[in-house]
């Protein structure tokens, strides 16, 4: 090759590098923005409910199971009983006034928070449950939170809003990061850091605890006015979200909690939010028992254990493939909706709501909520009907029609366990 060629055929690839590199272009401004979308979503509406669930089962709903067997031990009505029933009634209570400090904490580890501002999220997550006593000036003995009162059993815990927990310990958490490693006396900078973060933050999370304090007040209403059809639509939606990678519980708990505690027992508004947290119950309970029976073939005694109490979330990767088997446990679940708000009355606490029979903690929050308020025989006969028989009935009933028509094969539904 002569030198002329040579810087010829040079010539020919730099000019043809433009052509290239134009083909290899990174992606698109639309493709960018999607992108940061699915991360942004992931990391605040997967990861962090994830941890605010987790903090939720460490604190309120294992308080509130720890409620129960007290109040049992107390029902002996002996000197012991009495004792140490009151013994474990307040450790109980304790823990569901501290559910904002384990969302915060639960949060910070869901968003790989350092070893300090994880910590200090407990404090953000407290103060973001009772934003209003902060705001509000409360200072020493936290009386208008009523810890005496409670701990004695004179009223029940108040466990604080989880939006705020929420909203407060994300904007804690994010921004305590940024100072977290930058100093050597990091021990005292990042506590004090995110103790102002949260100051300010519990008036920035005002318009998110209002917004779903007006959600929840609309569900009762629209459950007072027409509880078939909130029936239907509540169990539909809440076992759809249970299903999901997203925390059924935190959602109904948010939702419900501030309603509950902004009327009195026994009014009108009360009575509705319980009935409708009934039907997110008995919602959830048609899906997890739904894929536990359906799924039998493929993964047995395990299956049904791991599903039936507890979660369907296990068939995520399934439902990514097979989206077709989600429909019996939708269909079953919007059936059983307006039997438990119309036939049978159930009612169920805002920690049990979004539960179902995971942990058997949605069928302990209908027993709380209903007893007293409608005949045993109902609770006792809506519970096995709503939440275990129908739900296993027509999920392997439909389950089985969709084999036979091959709208779902063996396997697409196994797990590894």
Same mark, same amino acid.
């Given at each position: 090759m002569t030198e002329e060629e040579y810087v010829r055929?040079?010539?020919?690839?730099?000019?043809?590098?433009?052509?290239?590199?134009?083909?290899?272009?990174?992606?698109?401004?639309?493709?960018?923005?999607?992108?940061?979308?699915?991360?942004?979503?992931?990391?605040?509406?997967?990861?962090?409910?994830?941890?605010?669930?987790?903090?939720?089962?460490?604190?309120?709903?294992?308080?509130?199971?720890?409620?129960q067997i007290g109040g049992w031990i107390?029902?002996?009505?002996?000197?012991?009983?009495?004792?140490?029933?009151?013994?474990?009634v307040a450790l109980a209570n304790l823990a569901k006034m501290l559910m904002g400090a384990g969302i915060g904490v639960g949060i910070a580890h869901a968003l790989g928070a350092p070893k300090l501002v994880m910590f200090t999220a407990a404090v953000a997550g407290f103060a973001g449950a009772f934003a209003g006593a902060v705001?509000?000036?409360?200072? +020493?003995?936290? @009386?208008?939170? /009523?810890?005496? #009162?409670?701990?004695? &059993?004179?009223?029940?815990?108040?466990?604080?809003?989880?939006?705020?927990?929420?909203?407060?310990?994300?904007?804690?958490?994010?921004?305590?990061?940024?100072?977290?490693?930058?100093?050597?006396?990091?021990?005292?900078?990042?506590?004090?850091?995110?103790?102002?973060?949260?100051?300010?933050?519990?008036?920035?999370?005002?318009?998110?605890?209002?917004?779903?304090?007006?959600?929840?007040?609309?569900?009762a209403l629209a459950t007072m006015a027409t509880p078939a059809v909130m029936g239907i639509v509540i169990a539909a939606v809440m076992g759809v979200l249970l299903t999901l990678p997203t925390s059924s519980a935190a959602i109904w708990l948010a939702v419900a909690s501030p309603v509950i505690a902004a009327n009195p027992v026994g009014s009108?508004?009360?009575?509705?939010?319980?009935?409708? +947290?009934?039907? @997110?119950?008995? /919602?959830?309970? #048609?899906?997890?028992? &739904?894929?536990?029976?359906?799924?039998?073939?493929?993964?047995?005694?395990?299956?049904?254990?791991?599903?039936?109490?507890?979660?369907?979330?296990?068939?995520i990767p399934n439902l990514m493939r097979h989206?077709?088997?989600?429909?019996?446990p939708i269909v079953a679940s919007i059936v059983v909706g307006p039997l438990s708000t119309c036939v049978f009355g159930l009612r169920c606490n805002a920690a049990g709501g979004g539960m179902g029979t995971s942990g058997l903690v949605g069928i302990f929050g209908a027993i709380d909520a209903s007893s007293g308020v409608i005949p045993t025989l109902d609770l006792v006969l809506g519970i096995i009907l709503c939440c275990f028989v129908l739900p296993a009935v027509i999920c392997l009933a439909l389950s089985e029609l969709m084999r036979k028509l091959g709208w779902i094969r063996y396997g697409d539904q196994s797990l590894e366990l």
């Open positions: 055929q040079g010539t020919d690839q730099t000019e043809s590098s433009p052509s290239e590199n134009a083909e290899q272009t990174p992606e698109t401004g639309k493709k960018k923005a999607l992108s940061l979308l699915k991360k942004f979503f992931k990391r605040y509406f997967i990861d962090a409910f994830t941890g605010m669930s987790q903090g939720l089962f460490c604190t309120l709903i294992a308080g509130t199971i720890l409620g107390q029902a002996a009505g002996t000197p012991a009983g009495l004792a140490v029933g009151g013994a474990v705001t509000d000036g409360v200072t +020493g003995d936290f @009386a208008s939170l /009523g810890v005496d #009162a409670v701990l004695s &059993g004179v009223r029940p815990a108040a466990p604080g809003n989880p939006i705020g927990s929420y909203v407060v310990t994300v904007l804690a958490v994010e921004l305590g990061r940024q100072v977290a490693g930058k100093t050597k006396v990091d021990i005292v900078v990042v506590p004090l850091v995110m103790f102002v973060i949260s100051l300010l933050a519990v008036w920035a999370a005002w318009p998110f605890i209002k917004l779903v304090d007006l959600i929840g007040e609309g569900i009108a508004t009360y009575d509705a939010i319980m009935l409708a +947290g009934g039907a @997110a119950m008995v /919602g959830c309970s #048609a899906h997890m028992v &739904g894929f536990a029976v359906q799924s039998f073939r493929e993964n047995k005694w395990g299956g049904l254990v791991a599903q039936g109490i507890g979660t369907s979330m296990l068939q989206p077709r088997i989600l429909i019996p």
